[in-house]
Every structure is written in structure tokens, then in C-alpha cells.
């Protein structure tokens, strides 16, 4: 499917901040007014075996990057009857999150229910109910994403501590733009089509980081744990195989084995473990900081100054215990999943007046009994986030004890040992980071161009238009009987057949291919399926429906305008044929009795063929069709077949 970006003259201002410019005919209203229905989620007790057992979505559950759920390894609750009633998902129902979040995605959150198993959802998510008689649930799933990336949500969050609980009310009372349900369906067509592109574009690239990360994180692995060592020849370094001789067992069982001149050591006895309680509010009489929050620290390597560090406030006491220093190791503490937690970042340079925000801990070499280079790739390792995984604890939101962090077992051994590892994967992991760092700049603005074109498709902004394919042929033609019907209102000859000699001449005369089958007949080239589908295809539309009218022992069919018989119009804009040729062939043909329009169409249905053969001349002609068509042919006197050869070259629509 195609689209085009609207003329500002099609707009007008919606007064609404993030919606902007809305089509004239497209409607404004608030989001509660789609909803039938809004109820919190159930979390039940523990599954019994009986009827009552279901399955209770959670949040973790959701493929936010396709606005659905996962289909796999769903939790089940029993849920009692009375809960269970009013919260059962149906097929186009949408979940919201309501609570939990956190600082890289916000609560807020809204997908599609398009499971065909019977669930719930948990008490951290709402059901809602559409009204899909004027909404399409994708379609306002849609433009709750919309809302989303553009961080309208943030107005009707309330934050508690470690918590974020989204106002619904409020929330559903923005406005938003839209159009009828026609529209909404093509408008989700089209981006359910583009979405697979930039998905399959963006899922290339992650295949390529995951590559890399793997390549990088076996190297990491093999170094750190000491199953390669690193050794220096000319200042240029390299790595040897251990022997199995050299290796012993750690006694950890994901650590496996290390040198037999190394040790191990919990954590709490070669570093200094600070959990951080700096929040990211202003208050006054205190000094103003900068603050290296969550997010700086999940989405860094190395903790730089080209971070751009909110503005916050500390007392003398927390200035003092968390300002950043050369060489401290930031770890996030907690997460929405226990598999994303323990993420660490390397503090790589002086700061003056930058704190440790909360939700952070900071590893710092105060002991001097580790280099801090080496201890931040120790916490790289899969071993470290599969232990911590395992430590964290939770339901909604996790989180690690500092008891998780003390009781971690490191290994121990010569510091110049460690520094040489250190610099070594400094020099070996800079070409995959700066690999992965393109390619995720580059992941970053697919997924932009995405949302921006769904921003700019659900609000009007840019029109979808349906792409001339196969598929589309039979809507093409709809269109053109729609234009030839409604010019033909006072033709006292129009009907059934004229209809359909007309669409075959426009056909013929300017090469359009909609698939029509036209065959020899008594009343000239017919197809006799296609008048039908027409008619069916025009009053699903609303456009117009045929009916039949008695006269005596006469019956015709007139074409009833219907209430969207206008919106045909606006496809005779030049994107399917030149509109000037159609309206040549209709003005010819207007005044036309019935007959005499099958006079014109079996001509130049003969024509056609006998030019494909190179045998066009008069003879041949009338030969054509009184000996090799149909016997009714011949019941025309050969007179009228004359004229009508002699007037179709003098219109130029053969030549003999």
C-alpha cells in the first residue's frame, strides 16, 4: 500500500498539543468515549486443578515491539467465579498497564488481546472493552502507542516509591483524532504492512548484535576466567591456551575452572559495596548535583561525561558518600524482570559534583585488592547475570539485596595479572562495541521512522492509499461502474448490460487489467460472474445498490444512490488511469441505446482479436461476427454493423 503526505489545506487545527493538524472530516473526541468497558486485572491464588484454573497475563508477558502478547509459558491462577466473570479477555479487548513501570519504560503501556485461550489479566493491568462498532481495537491500540512514544502518559502517572500508578480516568480523557471504520481498517492495513518492514529490517540488525555480543562475551569469558592468558610480547599482547594441568575447579559451580596460582574471594572482601538512596526531587537549602541515574547506567558501558545528567539536590552527608570516582563500578540493583538485572557500568573518568542515583550500587576499589577494570568485566560475564537472576526477588518488579552483591565469589590473584587482562580486552572488545554501537544507532532510528509513521497515520496527516495490485483490481473497478453510474442517472437506456458494455470499452480502449473474463455472447463480450461482484462489492461499500424494476412483462435494473456513494470521487485523481480517456469512452457512449452499445462493444472486441492476427479490413470484420460469434449476430441488419465501423474510425477507436 502507498500513501501520500496531505496538502495543509486538507487540515485543520485539533487544538489538541499531541495530535496537532487533524483531517477536516476526521472526528475529535475523548478516548473513554470508545470504551464499553474498564476493570482491573485479578491475580487469584496459586492453580488447583479445577475449572477455576486460568491463565493470568502479566506483564512480562508482552511483545510491546509487536503490541501483542507472547504466546508461550503463561502462568496459571485460580481465579473464583465471582472475579472471574467480568475479567474474562475477549478476542480485540486491550490491556493497559497500571502499575509497575520504571525509568526506561514507563507504565502506560497498551496491547492487543488476540489470544484464543481463556485468561485473565494480573492486578498490574486493566481490561478494557471497545466499542468496535465506530473503533477498531488495533487501530486505538495504535494510537495509545502513539501516546506512548511521544510521552503523553507521563502527565497521568503518580510515582510512589519504586512504584508508578497510571490515573485511567485521566489518561483515557485525552482526546484523540479519528476517522470511520472503513478508514481506521486501511489505516491499520497499511501500517500492520510497513511495521513488518521496519520489523524485519530491525530484527536483521539484533541478529547481528546478538552475534556479536556472543563472539564478545565468549572472549570476555574465556579471558576473565582465566582459561586464556594474556601475555605481552613487543607491548603487543595475545592470548595462550591454559593446559588442563594448569586449571583447577573454582568450587563455583558457573565460575568452572580457573588457574591453579588463582583464588576466590566474596566480594565484600575486596570491595567497597554502596547501595545509593539519592532520589532525583530538588529540595531546598540543599546543594544542586548532577545525578547519574538508572537509565545512564543500563544504557552505558562507560559512564563519560557526554552523558547528559539530570539536575537534582543532596544533602552534605550523601555528596560526600556517592559522588562518582575514577574507576567506581555502577550496577543496577533492580528491574522489571530478574533476567535484566545486575547491569554494570564503568565510571571512566573524574567527576566534579556527580552522585550515584537511587535504584544504583556502587563497587568501589577502596580495598585495593582488585582492579576496578577487571572487576567491571567480571560482572559482564553470563555466569554473574544468571546468579544474580537467581537472587533477585519479586513478583512485578525485582530487586537485589546488598547481601546478593557481598556474597558473589571473585576471583583473586596478582594485580598486574589483572591489569594486563584488562587492557587486553580494552583493545580487543572496542571493535565489537563500536560495531554494536552503529548497528544499535541504527536499530534506534528504524524504530523512530516507525513510530513517527504511525504517529503521522493515525492522526490524519498522511493518506493511505490503497496500492494498484491484483488484489486491487476488483476495488478499481468498483470505482469506475461507481463513476459510470452515477453520471448516467437521466440515461433512460442504463442498466445491467449498458453497464457493462461501458466497463468493457473503458477496459479495452485503455488497457486496464482488472481481471475481468470477457467471453463471446449474444449480446457481445461478457463476463458473466462480474456484473454480480460489482453490485455486491457497491452496496458493501454503501456506495450504490442495484434494484429491480417491473414495468408490465419488463424488468430493468436502476442503481439507488446509497449514503457513500460520493466517496468514489476522490479516486479519480489520475492514481488508476487517466480520468480524461474514461470520460472520452463514457461520452461516446451516454446517448446510446442498449443495443447499439453492444453494437460498439462487439466490434471492437473483433477488432481485437484480428489485429493480434493482422487480418483487420471491413470483409473481415463483419465476417468476424456474423459467422463466428454468436447466431443472435446475425439478427442485426449488416447495415447497422456498417455504420458502426465507419463512426468508430471516425472517433478514432479503430483503425481499418
Partial sequence: MKYRIREQNELKPSGVAWVGDILKDWGLTKIKRFVINLIGGVWGNNEENNENDVICLRVADIDYDKLIFNENNFTVRNISNGELKSRILKKNDLVIEKSGGGEKTPVGRVVLYDLEQKAVCSNFMNKISINNQVMNSKFLVLIFNSLYSQRVVLESIKQTTGIQNLDTDNYLSN???????DEQQKIVHFLDEKSKIFDDAISKKEQLIAKLELAKQALISEVVTGKLKVVENNSKRHTIKRAPSELKPSGVEWLGVIPNEWKIKKLKYISEIISSNVDKKSYEGQEKVLLCNYV??????????KIDFMEATAN????????????DILITKDSESPDDIAIPAYVNENFENVLCGYHLAILRNSKKEVYSKYLFRFFELVGVRNYFETMAKGVTRYGLSL?????????HFDLTEQKQISKYLDEKLIHFDNTIAKTKQSITKLKEAKEALISEAVTGKIEVIEKESKANEYFQRRVLAAYFIDNSKNDIYFGRVKLQKLLYM????????????????????HDSKMIHSIESQLQKS?????????NGNFEKVEYIALENHTEYLKYLDGRYWKQENIEYIFNLMKGMRTLQAEIVATVYSAYIDLSKENR????????EILNHWHDNKKKIPQENWLKAIEWMCEKQLIKV
Fill in 506 to 525: 473503458a477496459e479495452a480502449v485503455n488497457n486496464l487489467d482488472f481481471g475481468s473474463d470477457y467471453r463471446r455472447h449474444a449480446m457481445g463480450p
Fill in 316 to 327: 552534605e552527608s550523601e555528596i560526600k558518600k556517592f559522588s562518582l570516582q575514577f574507576g
Fill in 403 to 411: 547481601d546478593a552483591f557481598k556474597n558473589i565469589f571473585v576471583p
Fill in 175 to 181: 482526546y484523540i483524532s479519528y476517522p470511520n471504520i
Fill in 542 to 550: 454503501k456506495w450504490f445498490e442495484a434494484q429491480k424494476i417491473k
Fill in 616 to 623: 483487420v479490413s471491413t470483409e473481415n470484420l463483419l465476417d
Fill in 296 to 305: 545512564d547506567v543500563y544504557k552505558n558501558d562507560l559512564v563519560t561525561n
